[in-house]
């Protein structure tokens, strides 16, 4: 069957002139009328037209208006019919109604009546439809998650399946060479493996919070409630479990959804527990720190590439004033760590509209890196002990990372300072860095 035209109306009527004039007035109300005056062409009609509402006459020449009412809904049940006699009695009404009929008018009738009967109708079909169309979202929203777990699921195991090819290269190479170098070697590869593993989570949750629809929802069951509230009484019982049914499945979908947020979480500090663990090790490390020459516009580039998933997902506004400044010799290695925790670090402090400003320059001495959000901002009593061990302003943060942004610009003869007006203004961290460095 063809899909149903919306404004519809299928008016079945023996009286030729009756029906014609109905149509007449129904097209000058904007709705689309198609006429039968038999029972065979109103079956066809419902075929071809595929109507919206029927009006239909008690009798009907040889048949009743009744017989063509069932048979009409058993082509199409969600069809409203609303049947039409001038001959009324109470036993015909409420035979029609037991058969599906949505209304019972009498002849003769006037147009507000008639229009009342039909604005009720369509109400109902739009009640109908949101509901449809509400559940398909709710669909779509289930199978989102289910997709967003089975990935996280995919990147948890491939990375294990990496750490597990590292742990095979140590046992082979330890055989090979010094432990101490090639320890340091896969404990370094361990932590980019883990490093990419709290990227893939963060930004598994970040994309399961992009799909909350229970704001969408809860207007849905409050444009219910009030298109209820409008209907006759004697309808308001059929239709009143709808909200209801739309409320379960919102707070499914919620508890759905929570899960796998508390799943991502889990993973996300598990990972960075063993990171950490990685992290220190690797300090001890029998083994030295590579010093190069490098442009800190590349060096930023490549922070911005590592760390750009989560800020291009959650669509960061980024302004980079990038100023001449000639290569630097520093460890590339800690300064790109501590700017991919600049980033990641002002990415949580943002909420809406967020902005990021970088900008790279020099003076005579030193060549500076500013990174300024327009997040959350610091509280001045915090900005003396916001790169201490253990300090952090973030309900979850532990408190390392930016104690250990200061702890790599100290080793690579640097420094990092820290600007905010206060809670909601934004905060500017600066890392300075010399010229000319012969402390590295």
Not at 374 to 388: A, D, T, V, Y
Request: aromatic fraction near 6%.
């Amino acid at each position: 069957m063809k899909e149903r035209i919306f404004n519809t109306i299928l008016i079945v009527d023996d009286d030729g002139d009756f029906g014609q004039s109905l149509c007449n007035l129904l097209f000058l109300e904007e709705f689309n009328p198609i006429y039968a005056n038999s029972f065979e062409k109103a079956s066809e009609a419902l075929s071809q037209a595929r109507p919206s509402v029927a009006l239909i006459d008690i009798r009907l020449g040889n048949h009743s208006g009744i017989e063509l009412l069932c048979e009409l809904k058993r082509k199409d049940p969600d069809l409203i019919c609303i049947m039409m006699t001038g001959y009324a009695s109470e036993d015909t009404a409420i035979e029609a109604l037991q058969e599906g009929a949505y209304d019972y008018l009498r002849k003769p009738f006037d147009m507000k009546e008639l229009m009342a009967a039909l604005r009720r109708c369509f109400e109902k079909l739009t009640i109908t439809r949101e509901k449809l169309e509400a559940q398909a979202g709710l669909k779509k929203s289930m199978e989102e998650i289910q997709i967003l777990n089975r990935q996280l699921e995919d990147k948890v195991e491939a990375r294990t399946r990496e750490l597990k090819k590292v742990q095979q290269e140590l046992i082979r190479k330890a055989h090979q060479a010094g432990m101490a170098e090639i320890s340091a070697s896969i404990l370094h590869n361990v932590g980019n493996i883990l490093t990419s593993v709290i990227t893939s989570s963060q930004l598994i949750q970040s994309k399961i919070n992009s799909h909350m629809k229970q704001d969408v929802l809860h207007r849905v069951i409050a444009r219910l409630n009030a298109s209820i509230k409008a209907l006759p009484e004697v309808h308001q019982t059929d239709l009143t479990p709808l909200p209801q049914f739309f409320e379960g499945f919102a707070k499914l979908l919620k508890k759905e959804q929570k899960e796998v947020q508390q799943h991502a979480a889990r993973i996300e500090i598990k990972t960075e527990q063993i990171n950490n663990v990685v992290q220190s090790q690797l300090n001890y490390a029998d083994t030295n720190y590579q010093v190069e020459t490098a442009y800190l516009h590349e060096l930023m580039e490549d922070a911005l590439a590592i760390h750009g998933s989560q800020l291009t997902e959650t669509d960061v506004d980024i302004e980079k004033h990038y100023f001449p400044v000639p290569k630097i010799k520093l460890v590339k290695t800690r300064l790109v760590h501590a700017l991919i925790h600049l980033l990641k670090n002002a990415w949580q402090a943002m909420d809406e509209k967020k902005k990021l400003s970088i900008t790279i320059k020099k003076d005579d001495q030193w060549a500076y890196i500013i990174i300024m959000d327009n997040g959350c901002g610091i509280e001045s009593p915090n900005l003396k002990r916001i790169f201490q061990h253990g300090f952090s302003t973030q309900e979850n943060g532990k408190g390392f990372g930016l104690h250990n942004c200061a702890n790599a610009m100290s080793e690579i003869g640097g420094t990092i300072g820290v600007e905010s007006e206060g809670l909601g203004k934004g905060a500017a961290f600066t890392l300075r860095l010399p010229l000319v460095n012969d402390s590295i």
